[in-house]
T-cell receptor, first 114, second 111 residues
Framework: DAGVIQSPRHEVTEMGQEVTLRCKPI?????LFWYRQTMMRGLELLIY????????DSGMPEDRFSAKMPNASFSTLKIQPSEPRDSAVYFC????????????FGSGTRLTVV | AQSVAQPEDQVKVAEGNPLTVKCTYS??????LFWYVQYPNRGLQFLLK??????LVKGSYGFEAEFNKSQTSFHLKKPSALVSDSALYFC?????????FGKGTSLLVTP
């Protein structure tokens, strides 16, 4: 298995533009998590899916952020419109069950909004 | 509510010396505790976990951690540090489904 695959690895965009981050979890994993990492705030959980259903999106900063998981092998995190304060590394992780045992993280997407 | 504190932003040790990276936690209920490592420009990699049982947990790359319920701590240790251990280390806790991470401790092992 290639692990959790995130794309793109790097994204530079102008303020106000729409940004879409993509994640392919490990095949067979039924839980998916989106995290954001910044120097100031560390790792923050944005949203958690179980069996493709959003279970907890309380970490999504505001309405500009949205996430979807249309099937078991794909998830997106969208920011519209983007702002410079959204600049961060966004990680996707998956696990076999809703238990956190066995989280596997992707390599992350480094987003820079100018 | 659940949270993790890593009191040191950076730990610096000489190669061959023992290392300790500190972590304390706060959680209602039984804690599940984890350590992850992050190398530059990479995702987090699982090192070890405590779910139940023996308080001393052994993990990858020679690391171990000791669960101390009375002190609500889960310090990461290694008897002899390597330069290649230099990285960012995260402690995490959960009593449910999602991990709450500490802010991370940067470990620097000098030759």
């Amino acid at each position: 298995d290639a692990g959790v695959i995130q794309s793109p690895r790097h994204e530079v965009t102008e303020m106000g533009q729409e940004v879409t981050l993509r994640c392919k979890p490990i095949s067979g994993h039924n839980s998916l998590f989106w995290y954001r990492q910044t120097m100031m705030r560390g790792l923050e959980l944005l949203i958690y899916f179980n069996n493709n259903v959003p279970i907890d999106d309380s970490g999504m900063p505001e309405d500009r952020f949205s996430a979807k998981m249309p099937n078991a092998s794909f998830s997106t995190l969208k920011i519209q419109p983007s702002e410079p304060r959204d600049s961060a590394v966004y990680f996707c992780a998956s696990s076999l069950e809703s238990s956190p045992d066995g989280y596997t993280f992707g390599s992350g997407t480094r987003l820079t909004v100018v | 509510a659940q949270s993790v504190a890593q009191p040191e932003d950076q730990v610096k040790v000489a190669e061959g010396n023992p290392l300790t990276v500190k972590c304390t936690y706060s959680v209602s209920g039984n804690p599940y505790l984890f350590w992850y490592v992050q190398y530059p420009n990479r995702g987090l990699q699982f090192l070890l976990k405590y779910i139940t049982g023996d308080n001393l947990v052994k993990g990858s790359y020679g690391f171990e951690a000791e669960f101390n319920k009375s002190q609500t701590s889960f310090h990461l240790k290694k008897p002899s540090a390597l330069v290649s251990d230099s990285a960012l280390y995260f402690c995490a806790v959960t009593s449910g489904y999602a991990l709450n991470f500490g802010k991370g401790t940067s470990l620097l092992v000098t030759p």
